[in-house]
């Protein structure tokens, strides 16, 4: 599981944590029954406080997001289809809510901007809007 923490981003390093997993669980990078690192693996891996990894490990088991199984680490726990979808659409939801305000900002109006999303949509390889 690859997770990068940003100390500079201003978002408490236990939300990056808890929006990264979420999001590699949409994606289908952690699927229904894989384990999460233990807390003080990942702590060790990212150099952040292991109280922080279990309070991000507890908001995400009280969002019923990964389940607890006695003797094992914390697993993603299995979505019904409407639930995965769900989840899929609010990660591009949060995705795009940085490009809507950039939109705004910029005076593009909404016709154009949806033009341009379906632009890249439609390119071969979907783009990040970055140089490689």
């Excluded at 699927?31 to 891996?45: H, I, M, N, Y």
């Excluded at 593009?108 to 890249?120: D, Q, T």
Aim: hydrophobic share 40%; charged share 25%.
């Amino acid at each position: 599981m690859l997770i990068s923490i940003d100390h500079h981003s201003g978002v408490p390093v236990y939300r990056q944590l808890m929006d990264q997993v979420k999001f590699h669980i949409a994606s289908g990078l952690l699927k229904p029954g894989d384990e999460l690192p233990s807390t003080r693996v990942l702590s060790a891996q990212l150099g952040v406080n292991p109280m922080t990894i279990s309070r991000s490990y507890s908001f995400l088991e009280k969002e019923q997001v990964v389940e607890r199984r006695r003797g094992m680490r914390l697993v993603v726990r299995a979505l019904g289809a409407g639930e995965a979808r769900s989840n899929k659409l609010d990660q591009l939801r949060r995705s795009l809510a940085s490009a809507v305000t950039i939109a705004r900002q910029c005076g593009i109006e909404n016709a154009e901007a949806v033009s341009v999303f379906k632009e890249l949509l439609q390119a071969p390889e979907a783009s990040d809007g970055r140089d490689r």
